[in-house]
């Protein structure tokens, strides 16, 4: 029974070499058992193959033999410890082996035994038998501990790998690393235009390390390209170094015959020439004097490779297996040309001229009757040799007109040349170019003869028969046309070219005739008609400078093949095509045709008489007007396009007249009502406008109409009526935002604050979505230094109206005037997070930002808002900041295509323009201007309705020039 129970012992504790050597001296205690040291050697070898070194040694310290079965020893309270008991396993077995590993350490100070160091879990805070002697059971025993940890520490190793690249895997997803942030960012760097990369900001120094003072680090500035070479063209092109150059004595001479010059005057030219001069000696010393082949190293020079000149070193490989594919494709197929031109060129190329000229001779040889291998031949050859090449070319293949077109190019002389084509078209009678190239060489007369001759001998060639026809008197000329039509009947442009003629003859009632029985013709003969084909004829007419036959043709041909629903929109789509390409009489046939179709639509009027204005003439825009106001009786716009065009040219009382008419078709007009009164007031007839605003008050009576009243008013400085019409307006229209505006704009210039202020206020109550009443009163409260009351009037402001970055911006101009540049700031950032394509608050944060980072801030506006004039404008002056004047100007461009209504960015290109732009440069802008008539914009607002520039108030040269010096200064 106690063997099995010593068995099982053994295989629990087969990992614990310390456990073992406890049991087995264990085994040596028992008096009853006999044959002890047989007993241990079976069971070391069961535990482990090898053999334990511990059979005759000491037992381990704090041994208490029978201590585990409940024998008990001689312990002491130092051995067991306070509050402990004494059956309690000693302590000594855990004492600090490390401290004993170091024979040559000195002792370690006594550490603290008290009661209060004591711990019931880990015993004392340090160890109380760390000092005893280490010896090599002990060492054996920490061997065997480290192997169990380590194969229990296998065990698990998957497991925790696992559970520890999940932790980082979900540690990295809450905080990313920076490369792991910054990845989509590389990606798009790849489709980065060069601009996007010329536009990366430079890195400022931001570094703060302290630089000694009295060493300062010897800074050099480059010398800029243009100052080198204007240096160069004053002294002769000669540069000189002054200083860090060893040279020789002045005055001596070197080995190639070059006098060395002195210190600071040595000239670089020089240099270069002696450096290509001493080249040349080198390259002489390693040639060979029989063959003339240099043995220079191949690397160094590529002339050692067969004869062969390459380009550079990868060509060399390359053009070796060129030759030899070419030399077997000639060899396998001797009769196959391309292959022996491309060997000729090949060495061509190479710089093997004669080789060339010897290959593409025997391709001649062999391939006789192929034109190309002739041509090629006469183009490797001298002139002298490459006439006598093309003759025997000619012999061979008397029918190439390539070759008969060679040989004319290689005469100098024009007899000589029409010998040659006289001859060509003895062999070739029916080749069309023969005859256009002989026609070319020749007089009108004799060309004529000689058109006749090419008409009979090529009947089927169009250009010929119209070239004939050119040439020929009216009558002749009709004839000629005739039988081209019978000999060609299925082409169009013979039609044409008769219209034509007709036409050059003042016989313009036949062109159009002549144009329907084209079509009429070319039907029976089953040709198709295509509109696009003939619309492009048409085109070309108009830019021969043939008009009526390009609008016969437009009339005959706008409406084949276009559906009835769709032929409004195709219309208009061919007169944007036709403005477009600059044929404006074909667009202004297309204009006609469409109104005769649809004469009651007012967009179509009012498309082409924008035409008229911008491509006409003021007779062709005003009658087209006239027959607008017929048909569309009620459409105001073409009335007050029709008033306003007799206005502008000076004739009012006619204006006057258009004006009562229009009244007489729309009696109860606002439109015509204010342009009436306006008519009046700009001519200095201010009665009469009363008068005429007193009628449209009584007989329209609108918010618009009283608030005209009024502004009339305030222009004649009688600011009481002004006040007067107002506060009725105000009882008929309580909601109409002007009338409170113009109320405190009025009240504030007669020095009533407190009065405009409550205007203000009750404004904003009835018209909280009204953006310049809040504006208006915070800018009021900001003149009295109420800088927080303005600040809270546009926070109230921001909470009615979120999204509306015009307060945002009068927001962020607020602080910036109080100097909180910080709030500012975070005023921006908040702006930008609500209203992120606003190009407004884009454009505030390029110049609210530090120089060097406005290009960066720049590029991320264009990539919110890229097709916002405010930002592209931004963009345009900070050029203009940084003396960039072509990339300005190209902006400015960009900017007024982008949004022509901005005043602002007219005003602003005028400014650039007239301090760095030619005169010229500065009419077409103003014309272009003009032309664009803007209406909105932050400081052409403001010049438009100041109360001082309203007798100018229409002129907008005028108003452009005086919003361009109100605008800020570059900053």
């Known amino acids: ?89 000693s302590d000594e077995r855990h004492k600090n082996f490390n401290k ?71 540690y990295r997803m809450e905080k990313p690393k920076i490369q792991q942030q910054f990845e989509d960012i590389k990606r798009e760097l790849g489709t980065m235009s060069p601009d996007d990369w010329s536009a990366i900001p430079d890195v400022a120094n931001m570094t703060r390390t302290k630089k000694n003072k009295n060493t300062r680090a010897e800074r050099f500035t480059p010398v800029p390209d243009s100052m080198i070479e204007r240096i160069a063209s004053q002294q002769g092109h000669s540069t000189y170094a002054s200083s860090g150059i060893q040279t020789a004595l002045p005055g001596t001479a070197t080995s190639l015959g070059m006098k060395t010059p002195a210190p600071g005057e040595l000239d670089l030219l020089q240099i270069g020439v002696a450096k290509n001069s001493m080249l040349g000696v080198k390259l002489d010393q390693a040639s060979d004097s029989v063959t003339g082949q240099t043995v220079v190293d191949p690397k160094g020079y590529l002339t050692d490779l067969n004869s062969i000149t390459p380009r550079n070193l990868g060509d060399v490989g390359d053009i070796k297996k060129a030759r030899l594919l070419l030399q077997s494709v000639t060899n396998t197929n001797p009769k196959h040309a391309p292959g022996w031109i491309a060997a ?116 089927t060639s169009v250009e010929l028969w119209c070239a004939l026809a050119k040439l020929e008197t009216y009558e002749n000329a009709r004839k000629v046309l005739n039988k081209a039509r019978q000999k060609i009947p299925t082409d169009r442009k013979i039609w044409i070219n008769a219209a034509r003629l007709e036409e050059a003859n003042n016989n313009k009632e036949m062109v159009h005739k002549i144009i329907e029985r084209a079509l009429t013709s070319l039907k029976a003969n089953m040709v198709e008609i295509n509109r696009e084909l003939w619309l492009k004829e048409a085109e070309e007419c108009d830019h021969a400078e043939s008009p009526i036959t390009c609008q016969a043709i437009v009339r005959t041909v706008i409406a084949i093949g276009v559906e009835t629903e769709d032929r409004k929109h195709t219309w208009m789509e061919d007169a944007d095509s036709f403005t477009a390409n600059k044929a404006y009489v074909a667009a202004r046939a297309v204009f006609a045709y469409t109104l005769t179709v649809f004469p009651t639509k007012k967009s179509i009027w009012q498309r082409a008489a924008f035409f008229e204005k911008n491509h006409g003439t003021i007779e062709q825009y005003e009658s087209l007007l006239q027959r607008a106001v017929t048909y569309c009786p009620k459409a105001e716009v073409l009335w007050l396009m029709r008033a306003k065009s007799k206005w502008l040219a000076g004739n009012v009382p006619e204006a006057r007249s258009i004006l009562n008419d229009a009244f007489g078709a729309n009696p109860n007009s606002e439109e015509i009502w204010i342009a009436a009164i306006t008519l009046e007031s700009k001519n200095n007839e201010h009665e009469r406008a009363r008068k005429l605003l007193q009628k449209a008050r009584e007989t329209a009576g609108t918010a618009r109409v009283w608030m005209k009243s009024a502004r009339l008013e305030w222009c004649l400085s009688n600011l009481a009526g002004a006040l007067q019409t107002i506060q009725y307006g105000l009882g008929k229209f309580p909601e109409f935002p002007k009338f409170y505006l113009m109320k405190g704009q009025i009240e504030l210039q007669q020095g009533y604050k407190e009065k405009a202020r409550n205007t203000y206020d009750l404004g904003i109550k009835r018209c909280p979505e009204c953006i310049p009443l809040w504006v208006s009163l915070a800018t009021l409260e900001t003149l009295d230094d109420n800088i927080t009351k303005a600040r809270s009037i546009l926070e109230k402001a921001r909470v009615r109206n979120p999204k509306n970055d015009e307060l945002w911006v009068n927001a962020i101009r607020l602080e910036v005037k109080a100097g909180n540049d910080n709030v500012a700031q975070a005023l921006l950032a908040r702006a930008l997070q609500t209203c992120p394509k606003s190009g407004i608050l884009w454009s505030e944060c390029i110049f609210m930002a530090p120089r060097p980072a406005r290009k960066t801030k720049s590029v991320d506006g264009l990539k919110n808002c890229d097709n916002d004039a405010h930002i592209v404008l931004a963009v345009a002056r900070l050029f203009w900041l940084e003396r960039k004047m072509k990339k300005a100007k190209e902006w400015f461009i960009k900017a007024v295509k982008l949004n022509p209504d901005l005043g602002d960015t007219w005003a602003t290109y005028y400014k650039f323009t007239a301090a760095h732009g030619t005169e010229d440069e500065l009419k077409v802008l103003v014309e272009k201007c003009v032309q664009a008539d803007p209406h909105h914009g932050e400081y052409w607002c403001k010049t438009c309705k100041c109360i001082d520039n309203w007798r100018i108030d229409g002129n907008t040269e005028l108003m452009l020039k005086l919003c361009a010096k109100s605008l800020p200064e570059l900053r």
Not at 393 to 410: C, E, F, T
């Open 1 to 89: 029974m106690f063997f099995h129970f010593l068995r099982s012992l053994l295989f629990t504790v087969v990992f614990n070499q310390l456990f073992v050597n406890i049991v087995l001296t264990k085994l040596a205690l028992f008096p009853g058992i006999k044959k002890g040291k047989q007993i241990k050697m079976n069971v070391q070898n069961l535990v482990n193959k090898k053999k334990k070194a511990f059979i005759g040694m000491t037992a381990p310290p704090g041994y208490v033999p029978g201590l585990g079965r409940g024998a008990t020893g001689f312990t002491t309270r130092s051995d067991i410890g306070p509050a402990r008991d004494a059956s309690d396993i």
């Open 100 to 170: 004993g590993k170091s024979g040559d350490r000195q002792e370690e100070e006594e550490e603290d035994l008290n009661e209060s160091n004591f711990d019931e879990f880990t015993g004392y805070g340090g160890s109380l038998f760390g000092g005893g002697p280490y010896d090599k059971e002990d060492e054996e025993a920490d061997i065997v501990y480290e192997s169990i940890d380590k194969r229990m520490d296998e065990r698990r190793k998957i497991k925790r790998e696992e559970r520890l690249k999940e932790e980082i895997k979900r």
């Open 344 to 459: 000729a060129r090949l060495e061509e190329v190479t710089g093997k001229l004669q080789q060339a000229r010897n290959i593409i001779v025997k391709a001649c040889e062999v391939c006789p009757n192929n034109e190309d291998v002739w041509i090629e031949a006469a183009r490797l050859q001298p002139s002298e040799m490459a006439k006598s090449i093309i003759a025997k070319a000619v012999r061979n293949l008397p029918q190439s007109v390539k070759i008969w077109d060679k040989a004319v190019q290689l005469e100098d002389d024009t007899m000589a040349k029409r010998r040659v084509l006289r001859k060509a078209l003895e062999n070739i009678p029916n080749s069309v170019k023969l005859w256009k190239d002989a026609v070319e060489l020749e007089e009108p007369g004799d060309a004529r003869i000689l058109l006749g001759r090419a008409v009979e001998c090529c009947p």
